[in-house]
């Protein structure tokens, strides 16, 4: 089969030190300062041939994430400017829809035919965190398309405890094609929803949001926002097209940060009060998270989503006097996420389809990632077969 592969240089920045569970798995923690010179190409890959309680998916969609952007482009140094846990050279892309074509001899939930999403964490349910309820934070933790071959590929194979059939949304949408397409959002629109309902504990219906960044896991956040009954939305995005998007799935107001002081319009638009729930999904916090903190509303709540490797000024006192909270959110997986976010869709109450807005072959994968540099586009789908 043919993938499209990134290799890069293992060469630790002169300050980083490199820890022994590092050198032990060739796995870097924090692949910005490890991974060098990235090349990608689509070229041949050995097939993939599913183990005992596996599944052989053939890949209909895969989405390209903004941090496959972070692969593509890099730093002054020509390091990926990714900072999260990556092992190349491997076949990139995690945001998938796929049919199952075989199963493995022990495999009980699926049979060829079906149609799934599939979680991107590969978690192993035995360490500690994972028994603990915590599979986002596995201690023995792959990422398909990050550390193990991704979708960015004619075939894969997972275990099928990580698929979720896709039958209620094909159903809701009347096309087995279009299911796919729009079940190929459904990874980074769990990554929304692990953050802000999971790990932020959502908001009381009413409340004010914002949302800065409308890339696909920020649309996701205010579509999300909408069906759970926010009293208003406003985004802050610098591309233009995605300002359109962003409105289209549910924003009141969309702005472009760089025309006006993000946290004045906060508080403009909410009598001085501030907004109740800051959703950062740009991925530029040192920007952001001060211009949340203008507009913090009293027990309000912040959750970073966006990768960045930078620190953050945040004045505390903020923090304290407004009775504010700061959420980390990594992942997507337990918790009912992959469910319920196919029963949002299913159901109609959450439509992201308007943000599906370019298409390529699987021969064309590099380019599709140029293209996302622009960040014009909301989602860009490969369709490999």
């Known amino acids: 089969m043919k993938g499209l592969v990134l290799d890069a240089k293992w060469d630790p920045k002169p300050d980083y030190k490199v820890s022994d569970w590092e050198k032990k798995t060739g796995k870097a923690i924090s692949g910005n300062d490890i991974w060098r010179n990235p090349t990608?190409?689509?070229?041949?890959?050995?097939?993939?041939k599913p183990g005992p309680q596996e599944v052989l998916l053939e890949i209909q969609a895969c989405g390209v994430c903004g941090s496959d952007m972070h692969f593509y482009e890099t730093d002054d140094d020509n390091y990926i400017l990714y900072p999260g846990l990556t092992k190349f050279a491997t076949i990139l892309g995690h945001e998938f829809s796929a049919k199952v074509v075989e199963i493995g001899k022990d495999v009980t939930l699926l049979t060829p035919g079906d149609m799934v999403t599939v979680e991107e964490m590969i978690w192993c349910g035995r360490c500690i965190p994972c028994r603990n309820g915590y599979p986002n934070h596995c201690t023995n933790l792959e990422e398909i398309g990050f550390t193990i071959p991704g979708a960015f590929a004619n075939y894969i194979a997972v275990d099928e405890k990580f698929c979720w059939?896709?039958?209620?949304?094909?159903?809701?949408?009347?096309?087995?094609e279009k299911a796919y397409e729009v079940a190929a959002l459904t990874e980074p629109t769990c990554v929304a929803y692990n953050a802000m309902f999971e790990r932020a504990g959502g908001f009381r219906p009413g409340h004010f949001v914002?949302?800065?960044g409308a890339g696909s896991i920020g649309l996701a956040g205010i579509a999300l926002a909408k069906a759970a009954g926010a009293?208003?939305?406003?985004?802050?995005?610098?591309?233009?097209p995605r300002l359109e998007l962003a409105k289209a799935v549910g924003a009141d107001y969309?702005?472009?940060?760089?025309?006006?002081?993000a946290g004045e319009v906060l508080m403009e638009l909410s009598d001085g009060a501030g907004f109740d729930f800051h959703v950062e999904?740009?991925?530029?916090?040192?920007?952001?998270?001060?211009e949340m903190e203008q507009g913090l509303a009293i027990n309000s709540k912040i959750v970073q989503i966006g990768?960045?490797?930078?620190?953050?000024?945040?004045?505390?006192?903020?923090?304290?006097?407004?009775?504010?909270q700061a959420y980390g959110a990594q992942g997507h997986s337990g918790h009912e996420t992959f469910p319920n976010v196919i029963r949002l869709v299913a159901s109609g109450r959450i439509d992201l389809s308007p943000i599906i807005t370019s298409r390529y072959g699987l021969?064309?994968?590099?380019?599709?990632?140029a293209k996302s540099t622009d960040r014009t586009d909301g989602k860009i789908l490969v369709k490999p077969n």
Not at 254 to 261: C, L, N, Q, T, W
Not at 281 to 290: D, M, Q, R, Y
């Open 40 to 48: 990608l190409e689509v070229r041949s890959w050995p097939d993939p």
């Open 165 to 176: 059939k896709i039958d209620a949304i094909a159903e809701k949408v009347g096309s087995e």
């Open 210 to 212: 914002s949302v800065f």
């Open 231 to 240: 009293g208003k939305i406003v985004a802050f995005e610098v591309s233009k």
């Open 254 to 261: 969309a702005y472009d940060p760089r025309e006006v002081h």
């Open 281 to 290: 999904a740009a991925g530029v916090p040192e920007l952001t998270i001060p």
């Open 307 to 324: 990768r960045a490797a930078k620190r953050v000024p945040m004045y505390l006192e903020a923090f304290q006097v407004r009775r504010a």
């Open 363 to 369: 021969d064309d994968t590099l380019d599709a990632i």
